[in-house]
């Protein structure tokens, strides 16, 4: 008995964690209509102003495809157009992860705050990656953003008393 119970429990573990990593795009799928609708309306947002209710669409398509890059790509450019660079670079390195998966091809991008650019995907795929080259292209100008961003200064330690 307790060999079937702990065989059970490896197994659900198993499937735990082995699902999520099934349910990405296995070389060139399209996007299923749960990730794409919001993905879409998103954007629809961002570009209207509405950043708030576009984050709230991307973020509804990473619960059914947790490492979309398109999601995950416009989610960076409001984090970046916040402020938030880290966020932004962690977005998009988690974009960057299965990006050459994804082969919607990209209708429109926008400039948020004019450094990265937001996606618009289409439900017509290519022979590869569309939004790859892109991601990549705003990893780099945000890491340069990053680099030169002044930090903090420190405080300086006061000269020791003899």
Known sequence: MRKLVTAVLTLTLALMVAIPVMAQPKG???MTKDVFTPIVLGFDMMRDGKYDAAEVQFKKALKADRYNPF?????AALAERKGKLKDALAYLT???EYADRYVNKVQQTCFVGGLCAAVKPIKQGGEKSTIAPIIAENMKKLQAK???TPTAPQPSTPPKMK
């Not at 999601?71 to 989610?75: E, G, R, T, V, Y």
């Open 94 to 96: 988690d974009a960057s």
């Open 71 to 75: 999601a995950l790509n416009n989610l």
């Open 28 to 30: 060139g799928a399209m």
């Open 146 to 148: 990053i680099a030169a």
